[in-house]
């Protein structure tokens, strides 16, 4: 057994892996000494142990503080989800004497935050109480970082494009056409047909760059020979957009689940346009070496219950156009009959 091997499976302690993420996350010896109530000696001796044990530089000290070499960042991602690890099986062992299912600490979507994850964490919580969540919002680049370094047990959102799920492993809950919509007021909501050059002009909500649903829009745009809007706004908020296109003549992109059943859909305008975006249906993400925790299982089984609850695309997508042309078919009624 090299130095190297005897360094890792024997004398390595969990100490030794806090202060390298410590080093690694604060750059600076003395707060890391000031945060671990020990000297900054200590914290030099320490790391140059660990060093010379490893037989590697793990961090270059510059003017600026430390900087992690590539072997660091090698360590320190792996030390990451050992100490992940070790806190898992610390919450299983309490859920265990507490009588409970733990704790699972999940990353989600902004579209999913006030729709479908509310009803799941219900369920949940009627079957298992004592059944904890720690719950982190944000965009799938994030939350994959996060979960691959050991900080999340598991995403739930449209499910990333497949060479962003190396070493991963999914599983489909829900599958949601995307529209576009726009606020009742918006001057194409009385119409009964749209066409893709009667949307130039409007200012938009776009997906930002590098979300899952950017990449198919700008594609679309090009087929149909339109240049990206100039005037626009970007988020994934699904409160903003809905408030948005109260105020404005905007256009937005919308799934239909998040309009039914939980939303108002009385407050939007689904255009009669086919969008025909590709891409992939809603679901759960979680690290294919790392089995999923009591508590994510339970809050996964809640997760398909819901979405099986849901009509399926096709169902709902047909009955929010039929509301939408039905209440356009009303405005030009209305139109009509004051005209007359």
Not at 62 to 91: D, F, K, M, W
Not at 97 to 109: D, I, M, R
Not at 171 to 182: G, N
Not at 192 to 203: F, H, M, R, S
Request: proline share 6%; net charge neutral.
């Amino acid at each position: 057994m090299s130095q190297l091997d005897w360094y890792l499976s024997v004398n390595l302690k969990a100490r030794h892996l806090r202060l390298l993420v410590a080093l690694y996350d604060f750059r600076n010896m003395r707060q890391v000494a000031a945060n671990s109530y020990i000297t900054v000696p200590a914290v030099s001796k320490a790391l140059g142990e660990i060093e010379s044990a490893l037989g590697v530089k793990l961090f270059e000290r510059t003017v600026n503080g430390l900087r992690p070499t590539a072997y660091g960042e090698c360590v320190i991602r792996h030390a990451r989800a050992v100490l992940s690890s070790l806190n898992q099986t610390a919450e299983e062992i309490k859920a265990l004497q507490n009588g409970s299912a733990g704790k699972v600490h999940v990353g989600a979507l902004p579209t999913l935050i006030s729709t479908i994850m509310p009803k799941a964490l219900t369920l949940l919580k009627q079957d298992a109480p004592q059944t904890n969540v720690s719950i982190v919002e944000g965009r799938m680049s994030a939350l994959l970082q996060d979960l691959r370094r050991g900080d999340l047990d598991m995403i739930v959102g449209r499910l990333p494009n497949k060479s962003d799920t190396v070493g991963l492993q999914e599983q489909a809950l829900l599958v949601t056409p995307i529209k576009l919509v726009t606020g009742r007021s918006h001057p194409l909501a009385s119409r009964k047909e749209v066409q893709w050059a009667d949307l130039e002009g409007y200012p938009w909500i776009l997906p930002p760059p590098g979300s899952l649903l950017r990449e198919p829009l700008e594609n679309t745009f090009a087929r149909h020979g339109l240049p990206m809007p100039s005037n626009y706004i970007e988020t994934l908020s699904t409160h903003l957009i809905r408030a948005y296109i109260q105020l404005n003549d905007a256009i937005a992109l919308h799934t239909v689940d998040i309009l039914y059943p939980y939303a108002d859909v009385s407050l939007v305008h689904v255009l009669p346009i086919d969008l025909s975006l590709t891409t992939r249906p809603l679901g759960v993400v979680w690290r294919a070496d790392k089995s999923l925790p009591p508590s994510a299982t339970l809050l996964l089984r809640c997760l398909e219950k819901v979405c099986s609850s849901l009509p399926s695309g096709q169902e709902a997508d047909a009955m929010l156009l039929a509301e939408s042309a039905g209440r356009a078919s009303s405005e030009c009624d209305r139109h009509d009959s004051t005209n007359s």
